[in-house]
């Protein structure tokens, strides 16, 4: 890293305020920004200041020394110089004057322009307007913004909060120019966040949250421009669909894509209902969101049912107005529903999401097999002995290969049970597998895609004829890992 210095020489180009120079030092010397430049540029004054009295007393010196001097020209030069040096050490301390530090008006008073300046401007307070900051920093200024923030938030309920500050584009490139890589600076966003959080806290007694606030209040501290970012609540719990027939997510028409068919009876849905709607219903009226979304920690088919501990979910409540709210009755008013059941709710957080999405989770299955041709007790034993810890290797099935990619899945069985026998044809197997093995396939076998198959082993055509998924073993899962 560069020697680093204080350079006053930004100055000369824009007279900035003690605030805005002192934040261009702000990693040094703990006090405010206001203080700090202020101070440096006491500083700098007092050095010009005696700077300008030894160069007055050399130019008298050489003056005397002219009256008795052979070698003139040589003499002449060198006051020149000395004139010229004296110039420029009266327009720097020119330029912090009128950067507002007006203590200093007996050290320029001899400086006639600036005396004519003060003159003008005598009656308003402030002498010279900073071109950085453009008085964001006026009390009055920040008590508007800090007055409209609490004015867009208070239809939202929030314990946390942060501030971010937006630039205009000018600001921002006249700032790359005056910081210009310091590394001790600060940017004047980190100080506007600071004072107007500070501000927010003292008002609503609300904390700034840096890593993950309810809300985050976006301002534009020039033009005074507030946007709202109202985070999601999450909660997650388990469910378990009671009955066959619904989804797990809403689903548009496959005739009107949402629109509004007489197909769908203009409800734009291609079900009635869904797990995922069953569930939010309530749940969006009590935090008054604006949208939803349901994140399962997989799906089950239209057909299947959840049952045992149920699926982990997170429902997404997008800018919801209500932040707490009691989720027990929530929780009573889907469980009346006859459909839907959920449990284990508690809050949750972005993360949960992301946990569900990279994890595909062991599950235990319930299989309803129905055979073409009758079956002895002694066969389906064998089959159950053969099914123990076994490798499938499964094709995308004919039934998804519009939506997946066609390819060879690898998948184990880990464990397999005769649940009970039902007729000479048809029996329940309880399947204990990896996540993402398709079950239908692995009994019926998707002519010769899935091998082996319950089909195949059976040597018998074999079909699923109900599917339940019996258990989601994500806290197994966690456990091996
Ligand atoms: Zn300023
Ligand atoms: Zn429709």
Request: proline share 3%.
């Amino acid at each position: 890293m560069d020697n680093i210095t204080i350079d006053y020489s930004i100055l000369n180009k824009y007279s900035l305020c003690h605030r805005c120079f002192g934040r261009l030092y702000a990693k040094s010397l703990h006090t405010t920004n206001y203080e700090r430049g202020r101070a440096l540029k006491m500083a700098k004054a007092i050095e010009l200041e005696l700077n300008l009295a030894n160069l007055y007393n050399l130019l008298n010196g050489l003056n005397e020394l002219n009256e008795n001097s052979n070698d003139i020209g040589e003499i002449k030069e060198t006051e020149e110089d000395i004139i010229k040096e004296i110039e420029i050490k009266k327009e720097e301390l020119k330029n912090i004057y009128k950067s507002g530090l007006i203590e200093i008006t007996n050290m320029v008073e001899n400086i006639e322009e600036i005396k004519e300046t003060e003159e003008t401007t005598n009656e308003n307070e402030k002498k010279y307007s900073c071109p950085y900051c453009r008085d964001i920093f006026d009390k009055n200024h920040l008590n508007d913004i800090s007055e409209k923030i609490l004015k867009f938030t208070s239809n939202y309920e929030f314990d946390t909060f942060l501030i971010g500050t937006v630039l205009p584009k000018k600001i921002k490139e006249l700032e790359k120019e005056i910081i210009n890589d310091n590394p001790m600076a600060e940017s004047i966003k980190q100080e506007f966040n600071r004072m107007m959080g500070k501000m927010i806290v003292e008002k609503t007694n609300k904390v700034v949250e840096k890593t993950n606030p309810d809300i985050v209040i976006m301002v534009n501290p020039y033009n005074k421009r507030i946007e709202l970012q109202i985070n999601s609540i999450f909660i997650k719990g388990r469910y378990n669909k009671l009955i066959r027939g619904i989804p797990q997510s809403h689903w548009h028409c496959r005739s009107c894509r949402g629109k509004g068919c007489e197909k769908c009876d203009w409800t734009g849905k291609q079900y009635p209902t869904s797990v995922e709607e069953i569930i939010a219903e309530p749940f969006m009226k009590a935090f008054k969101g604006k949208e939803e979304a349901f994140h399962g920690a997989g799906r089950e088919d239209i057909d299947v049912r959840m049952l045992g501990n149920g699926r982990p979910f997170v429902l997404q409540i997008k800018e919801p107005k209500i932040r707490k709210a009691d989720l027990k009755p929530l929780m009573e008013e889907v469980n009346k529903s006859g459909k839907v059941e959920i449990h284990n709710l508690e809050y949750g957080v972005r993360k949960d999401i992301i946990f569900f999405k990279n994890e595909a989770h062991r599950k235990t299955y319930l299989a309803h097999v129905e055979c073409e041709d009758e079956i002895t007790e002694d066969e389906i034993k064998q089959l159950v002995e053969q099914m123990q810890n076994l490798t499938i290797n499964q094709r995308t099935p004919q039934r998804v290969s519009h939506r997946r990619a066609d390819l060879i899945r690898v998948r184990n069985v880990y464990a397999v049970s005769l649940n009970k026998i039902i007729n000479s044809k048809e029996f329940e197997l309880k399947i204990y597998c990896d996540g993402g093995l398709y079950i239908k396939e692995l009994i019926h076998g998707d002519e010769g895609r899935t091998i082996p198959s319950v089909s195949e082993l059976l040597n018998k055509k074999c079909i699923c004829k109900f599917l339940d998924v019996w258990d989601v073993h994500d806290f197994e899962h966690e456990e091996e890992q």
